[in-house]
């Protein structure tokens, strides 16, 4: 059996994600290409050729291909799965958008989020805002799946695949690039960063969001994630949402400030290694899932945890 | 310019799903249904399309048991013209959803499907963009802000590391993500006045759709539980908590 990885990468860089799907694609079958599709990717494509246990990575360019365009995508891989039984994506908002074009077109199912392999053709992934853990088995003859990165430890660097060239299907007709704006991160990305501070909705303002959640990640070396309430009011870019419909992360340490903790919001970090929450509220539900909780007004608890971090030498 | 929504019934956003205790399922029984809440987006789009006077009919469709009929008739409450009904006993997977939504396409020729990103209860975020690959139509996913004009839609779309925006030729799929509108609330008025509202109730078998199921669930268990944590005193207490547990 061959299984093909679709690399996440921004055209600079590949993204960790990509290393972590590998993993799993490795639980499938010692088979493991990896398809890097984008524009002036090739740096992309020679770190992933260091990856262990790929036999060789497939760099097609093209302009939409660099821009993510879903239908480039399927045009590109539909006709690739002829050598291939399964293809495993990222479940990134970019692989979220792809993936099930290629499952209907080959018409078969898109296994989505896998947190587990059993075997090769039965896996576990979460539903109900990760309430349950579903077992299924597929009987379709390619299995098309998108993978939870944070469930799968990446696959170490060392090898030295081939990159092979191949050809960028036609553009689409249909589908136009107007434009993108994409925030500029000067902080570890959220999805991969061992330390994540997340803000809600009682931060009231985005320059409060700034003044008390970006000094104490920076102090931490921590990515910025927020609730959905925090995004919806502006105090934070979309991209920050951690959740059940935004990322999810699962970093060494979370720390929740001013977040009640709604099953959307735990869906996306409750299994973060260690939790910390900072709430006024006891009863917060955020509560029942922190290791370690803090009730208190954030406005004294996190100068008071600035101030504790360099007395121990942060 | 026609839309068309479709749907989906689901356990309502604020009830916390519960695993049956033989592992075979979510326990639904006496549980509170509501309408998928990026499918309420996706109605309010269309409506405010409409009420902006670019749409001229929302119809809204819905696959699911007779119950689906109730969110049908939330929808029309809304603001959505009509609806259908396709009636079925069985969970259909995203690809065959898609497949009976493509059917209904072919009997109602909308410019636009305008639909949620994700159902909150499988979490699988698969069925538009299927819907868009089986009908050769472009697609704009996770929409968060979406101007029609004729024959084009010009998308803003939540994407890794901020927006994109796209121009797609109609007919197209657009998915919506929670920043495209905020729903509003049907009126008393309105619930009386869609009771009045045309719906129209087909039969699954009726469309000749291959919805054989493609995954066999074998079982559906609770997730690892976290251990029960502690409340620290201080911001000192915290830190040095941290330290011991071996994060800082
Ligand atoms: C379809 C759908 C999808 C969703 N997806 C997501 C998602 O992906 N991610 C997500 O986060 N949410 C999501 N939500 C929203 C979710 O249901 C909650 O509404 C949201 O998480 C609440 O955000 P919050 O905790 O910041 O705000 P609130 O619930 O308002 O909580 C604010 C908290 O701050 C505390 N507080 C207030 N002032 C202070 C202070 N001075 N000091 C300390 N504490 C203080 C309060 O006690 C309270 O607990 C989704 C909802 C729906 C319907
Ligand atoms: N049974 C259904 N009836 C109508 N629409 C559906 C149904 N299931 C899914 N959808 C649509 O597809 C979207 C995405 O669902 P999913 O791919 O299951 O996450 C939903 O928000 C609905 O708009």
Redesign the interface.
Known sequence: MAVLVIADH?NATLKDSTEKTVTAALKLSGDVDILVAGKGAKGVADAAAKITGVRKVLLAESDELG?????SL?ALVVPLMNGYDAVLTPA???G??????????L???????IVDVVDAS?FIR???????????????AKKVITVRPTAFKAAADGGSAKVETIAPPAA????????????K?ERPELSGAK?VVSGGRAMGSAEEFQKVIEPLADK?GAAVGAS?AA??AGYA???YQVG??GKVVAP??YIAIGISGA??HLAGM?DS????AINKD?DAPI?Q???????ADYKA?VP??M???T??G? | MKVLVPVKRVIDYNVKARVKSDESGIDLANVKMSMNPFCEIAVEEAVRQKEKGVVTEVVAVSIGPAQAGETLRTALAVGADRAILVQTSEDLEPLAIAKVLKAIIALENPDVVIMGKQAIDGDNNATGQMLAALLDWPQATFASALELAPGKATVTREVDGGLQTLAVDLPAIVTADLRLNEPRYASLPNIMKAKKKELVIKELAELGVDTAPRLKVLKVAEPPKRGGGIKVETATDLVANLKTAGVL
Do not use: C, M, W
């Not at chain 1, 979220?96 to 077109?105: E, M, T, Y």
């Not at chain 1, 018409?107 to 989020?113: L, N």
């Not at chain 1, 689409?172 to 925030?183: E, G, I, M, N, S």
């Open positions: 921004d821009e993510g365009l879903a239908e399927e990134t908002s970019q979220k958008n792809f993936s099930p074009r290629i499952a209907a077109k018409d078969v199912a898109q296994i989505s989020e039965t979460p539903i109900y805002a990760g309430n349950a853990l579903e077992t299924v088995q597929s009987s379709d689409p007709a249909k589908t136009h690039f107007v434009d993108q704006k994409l925030v991160l330390i931490l959905r995004v919806d870019p979309n991209d059940q419909t060494e340490l099953i959307q409750k290694k260690v939790i910390v006891a509560f899932v922190a290791d370690f909780g803090l009730v608890a008071d945890l101030a504790a971090l007395a121990a942060k």
